[in-house]
């Protein structure tokens, strides 16, 4: 079945970085768009980056532009997130999910907790 | 700042129809589909409802959604226990040029 398993989560100073990955199984990785939303402690949730199919565009929220960068490899079927100049509002669950540019995002993973603190 | 939203809480008794809301602007609703999202405490979200009103196979036929305009309903009929959880709404944003969810609407069952 389709999984989605993220990681590289962990506790992190302010202005390091980190990168996270999503490692996709039971479905053709290269046939669908994959989206980073994250979700910081008791809230809602905030959708942070998408990329197409093929990797040829990049969908990034404003909160996180210039900062995050989102790349897949196709040969080991793995999203990554790349995250620079970390702040403590990113502090959050990231969750990986398949879908289309607009939607829908049809399945999630179980999320990587990030937390950005000194 | 969410540029969907909705109300932060509904409530119903076992049984009942508890319907939600999801306003948006014309970038968003207005011109893509909405997407509902079921997440229940402590887990991953969901997909609930996709294009609108397509339920996605599994999901019971208790829950159905509907758009019109710049807002989008989902409602639960039949209300149950296990239907306590927060439900998001959300669609592409055409201004923004990303996927945009709404605030959250937490449902609790009496």
């Known amino acids: 079945q389709v999984q989605l398993v993220e990681s590289g989560g962990g506790v992190v100073q302010p202005g390091r970085s980190l990168r996270l990955s999503c490692a996709a199984s039971?479905?053709?990785?290269?046939?669908?768009?994959i989206h980073w939303v994250r979700q910081a402690p008791g809230k809602g949730l905030e959708w942070v980056a998408v990329?197409?199919?093929?990797?040829?565009?990049?969908y990034y929220a404003d909160s996180v532009k210039g900062r995050f960068t989102i790349s897949r490899d196709t040969s080991k079927n793995t999203l990554y997130l790349q995250m620079n100049s970390l702040r403590a509002e990113d502090t959050a669950i990231y969750y990986c999910?398949?879908?289309?540019?607009?939607?829908?995002?049809?399945?999630w993973g179980q999320g990587t907790l990030v937390t950005v603190s000194s | 700042q969410s540029v969907l939203t909705q109300p932060p809480s509904a409530s119903g008794t076992p049984g009942q129809r508890v319907p939600l809301s999801c306003s948006g602007s014309s970038s968003n609703i207005g011109s893509n589909t909405v997407n509902w999202y079921q997440q229940l405490p402590g887990t991953a979200p969901k997909l609930l409802i996709y294009n609108n009103n397509q339920r996605p196979s599994g999901v019971p036929d208790r829950f159905s959604g509907s758009k019109s305009g710049t807002s989008a309903s989902l409602a639960i009929s039949g209300l149950q226990s296990e239907d306590e959880a927060d439900y998001y709404c959300?669609?592409?944003?055409?201004?923004?040029?990303?996927?945009?969810f709404g605030t959250g609407t937490k449902v609790t069952v009496l």
């Open positions: 959300a669609a592409w944003d055409d201004s923004l040029n990303g996927y945009v």
């Open positions: 990329i197409w199919y093929d990797g040829s565009n990049k």
């Open positions: 039971g479905f053709t990785f290269s046939s669908y768009g």
């Open positions: 999910a398949s879908g289309g540019t607009g939607g829908p995002l049809d399945n």
